[in-house]
């Protein structure tokens, strides 16, 4: 007989070879559930598995893990989640990068918490998935289409429109590899980092089809788990620190980190909002009523978050795009000098359907037009191509070359860290990355350091940490002095984990910016376990920790934590004017490395480490035995 | 009288009504048995709930051949388990396309306005449903008047 399962989960995995044509589940253990939760604990288990050091990102027989957790599909806020996880292109170690929708409400509904996909498709293919209908489907129709198109055309093929059927697609990107490309889905929701997308197109998979199931989902305690979506809700929409979160999404970060000298503009080489920019077009405000727009919220989601809007002006008037993220903002935008709102929200669309990561484009579109600019790269390079800051028409032909990998676009395709190492010379010293792949989010680091610590030493393909949530709650202080090198290596160390709890379970990064203690009350409300803050912390820690013994194994050491030249250099002028990260690094580092527990110089987490989080069972594997009896004395 | 007004400007397609609704009829959360559903308009980028407006001519009842249907004291139209034969009569008689028919039960399955404390109403985070004192039931007349001003702009 099965045993019972916790509440929450749909109960299988689904499995799928494409090289076989063959689909199987695969039942959870209760336990199994406890230790994993779901998403990137889950997904990590599977890479830790399943993936060994010589299966790099582009091998068949990587993994490409898209998990839900045990709250999808329940009425808490926000429970469409997908967390994808996989060896990624552009590190080519673990990914963990998310995306909303309702992807894990329909996945669920049909009956599994996850898809894990394995092998190569002889042929292109989709997987469709209705209830137990499972179906590895001829994907020619669809071949060289957009995201949106990609969508439209399931809809129609299988005659269901709205919430009906959720689509994820790479896109153009993801038929030709190209290294950044993304996973988007349900018109707007991307799973963006570490090349994702590049790993789907390598297994000839286009797109993943879900029908919204007609199977049901229990809770262990139903009114306990109304009662805590009712609580977080309200927190979301009451506390100070969440409150125009609420509102406005991440519509804010444009307009506040400007004044932190956080805004990533034209690559880094200035932090002062050009003369003749009209600001007030960029409040929260500004951006949410300067367009005709309607909510498209993500499931059982109240935030006033994801919206279309229709473009009021410019040679696209009348378009119908999605409201960008701040990320879309500043990659879309300022990151190459564009100030113009109507053609950066034009433009973020663009960059969702062609379906690559927009920080990564952003970062590669600044590059490109300070090379051209400096004559690094010539007009012939780019193909008669001229482009100039802010120019998004030019930027959207750059994108359209990138993701057919014609001309130059080829070796932009590659990322903006291998495109700059081919062209070499001087161009090389302007590019903003990290030196293990990762891609830094849409700000600018050097005013926000203990994001690019984060960024640096992150085993995801971008942050592990990602910025503090309500930090006293883990016994970190509430504020410190973002330039003062202890504090901020001790509040990125001292946080870690609680990210990868949120990733894994189900919901969304924004839906989860309340107490650990709330969301520890609704996954228990939902499965019938105790579950406590220090289970949770626990938890997120172990499974931080096997992400980085993976990329340990993946051959990602230490020596690679640090941000290239022009990502570690000094602001030339604004609010963060002459901060120096580069002068604190290794004293970051060193602070960072004995907060969590890891070998300085290996980057192994220490035996000790292991034991604490219940990981002995692969000290072996990262140590030999004389090592470990050495390592951290 | 109390009603389900529904202003469909204001719904998102989040679908939270959905699990809400599947929730207080079954105990579950299956919004494939949901007695409120969510249809898109103009492609993706609008939504709007429907349900049984509890109507004042009752299709449903006229024709139900075993009068399975009948009125509930919060004025609901409802179906009596005991009686219905699952013909799906009413599911062709209903004008709006609200009452459904459930192949797990054999039965036909409507809103029952949850008793007098609609859980749809309560679970939208946009009040696009809400349960308010009215003098008909009727609203869906004036939505469709009102709909081709409120649509989203369209592509150009
Ligand atoms: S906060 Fe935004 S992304 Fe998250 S679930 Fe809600 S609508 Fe979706
Ligand atoms: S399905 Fe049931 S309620 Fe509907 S008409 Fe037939 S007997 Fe009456
Ligand atoms: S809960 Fe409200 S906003 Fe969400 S789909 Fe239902 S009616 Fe629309």
Redesign the interface.
Known sequence: MQEELPGGYAGKILRVDLSQNRTWTEAWTAEMCRTCIGGVGLGIKILWDEVPAEVSWDHEDNRLVLATGPLA???A?GTGGLTVVTRGALTNGATNTQANG?FG?NLK?SGYDAIVLQGRAPEWVYLYIHDDTVELRDASALLGKDTWETQ?TLEQMLDL???QLSVYTSGLAGENQVRFAAIHG??GHVASKNGCGAVMGNKRLKAVAIV????????AD?RGLWMAAQEI?EDLQYDPSTRSLYEYGTLPGVSGLSRLGALPIKNYTTNVVPEGVDMSQWTAQGLREGF?H?????????MHHCH?Q?LPSGP?????VDEPEYEGWSGAGWAFGCTDPVATSWLNTQVDRACVDVNEFGWLMGWVVECQEKGYVTKEQLGGLTITWGDAEAANALLQMIIRREGFGDVLAEGVKRASETVGGPAAECAIYAMTGNTPRGHDHRARWEEMLDTCTGSGGTLDSGPPVLPTEMGQPARINPFDPDAVARMVGGTRGRRQFEDSLGTCIFTTRTLLSILCRTLSAATGWDFTKDEALLFGRRTAALMRAFNIRCGITPDLERPSKRYGSVPVDGPAQGQDIGAHWEHLLDVWYDMVGYDRQTGKPLPATLEDLGLSHILADLWDAREATHAGT | MKVLRITPQRCTGCMRCEIACSYEQSGVFQPAKSVIRISPFEAHTSYAPYTCTQCDEAWCMVACPVNAITISPVGAKIILNDLCVGCKLCTIACPYGTMFYDPDTAKATKCNLCGGAPACATACPTQAIEYVEAESADWLGSFAAERAETQLAQQA
């Not at chain 1, 919204?212 to 229990?218: D, I, M, Q």
């Not at chain 1, 309607?294 to 109240?302: A, E, K, P």
Request: charged content about 20%; overall charge positive; hydrophobic content about 30%.
């Open positions: 599909g329940l009425p806020w309702f409400a509904y439209e429109t709205g919430h349900d018109y919204r199931g007609s199977k049901a989902l229990r809770a139903p809700a005709d309607r909510g498209h919220q993500c499931n059982s989601c109240g279309a229709v696209h008037q009348g378009a119908i």
